[in-house]
């Protein structure tokens, strides 16, 4: 058999028994908690900073929040989880990060992230929610893409009820979060967040599967998921911050990243290589510190 016929005849037999397809791979949760834990302060190898006592966060800052999602194609809500950190009584007054994990693990998995970013700029300075999508941690059902999106505006709509306005909301995603990011950024359903920042996001899930398969076949060959971040940027005008590190082997920067970057059209972006930094140490590597400090004047604008 010459190599063009066995190339063909693997494509087949692939295709047929479902190898090649990515839907459920892009989800990784964890959901056999009993409770969350939260304030983890266990040193993490990818994180490479010492976790200083300034970026721990009171007991009294941290609230469990139940929300309602539905999506499009439900009868009925799911009810998912996130958290808030800060005062909920500041709400109507602070600026917020909604923060949108990756795809697996669960809020505890990212909470060292999450406690750093609420002190930009000083202690407690912002207030951040952050969402357990459906089927992650004590969240309902099981994870979809039509759900991921309606999780997270799930959390816009809490904010928006606790007196929250679209011009002091910050859309944060990390990795798979950076799709429900863009999604709601590019096409607010209530509230228009002011702006978006995405580390290491992907250019699409059809790019995804060729990156895992070394093959340049059609999108439908890998997955049915409609994910694709590179042509949503272009709808946004919002400011935009990205960060990604030069050897992330999950997702290259130059065939994820770059592209979502190059594809931006707004009138204001901040765009961060990371030397050296892989899919989860990006922040580590450029330095905790530093990063809050371009994140806080992205912010500002300054």
């Not at 839907?23 to 040193?43: G, M, R, V, W």
């Not at 190898?45 to 539905?70: G, N």
């Given at each position: ?77 799911t009810t998912i989880y996130g958290v808030y950190i800060g005062d909920p009584a500041r709400i109507a007054t602070d600026t917020v990060i909604l923060y949108l994990h990756g795809n697996g693990g669960y809020l505890d998995s990212y909470w060292h992230r999450m406690a750093l970013m609420v002190h930009l700029g000083g202690k407690h300075r912002f207030g951040m929610l952050a969402v357990d999508y459906r089927g992650y941690g004590l969240s309902e059902g099981s994870p979809t893409e039509a ?156």
């Open positions: 058999m010459n190599t063009q016929r066995f190339t063909l005849a693997l494509l087949a037999v692939l295709t047929l028994s479902g190898c090649l397809r990515m839907d459920s791979s892009l989800f990784n949760p964890t959901s056999d908690i009993e409770a969350y834990a939260f304030n983890n302060t266990e040193p993490m190898d990818w994180w490479d900073f010492d976790y200083q006592p300034d970026y721990l966060i009171e007991d009294s800052m941290v609230r469990l929040v139940p929300l309602a999602s539905q999506a499009p194609d439900e009868s009925t809500p759900g991921l999106y309606a999780d997270a505006q799930a959390g816009i709509e809490w904010l928006d009820g606790m007196g929250l306005t679209g011009d002091r909301l910050l859309l944060y995603g990390y990795s798979m979060g950076t799709a429900p990011a863009t999604e709601l950024a590019a096409n607010p359903r209530t509230l228009r967040a002011q702006w978006l920042a995405l580390e290491a996001p992907f250019a699409s899930a059809e790019v995804m599967g060729q990156d895992g398969t070394g093959l340049a076949l059609p999108g439908s060959y890998f997955t049915d998921l409609e994910i694709d971040n590179a042509e949503e940027i272009k709808k946004v005008d919002q400011p935009f911050f990205w960060i990604h590190g030069t050897e992330d082997d999950f997702l290259d920067y130059e065939n994820h990243g770059e592209v979502v970057w190059k594809n931006y059209r707004g009138a204001r972006g901040v765009d961060i290589r990371v030397s050296g930094a892989d899919h989860g140490d990006c922040i580590g590597v450029y330095g905790p510190e530093q990063f809050n400090a371009e994140l806080l004047k992205f912010i500002l604008n300054q």
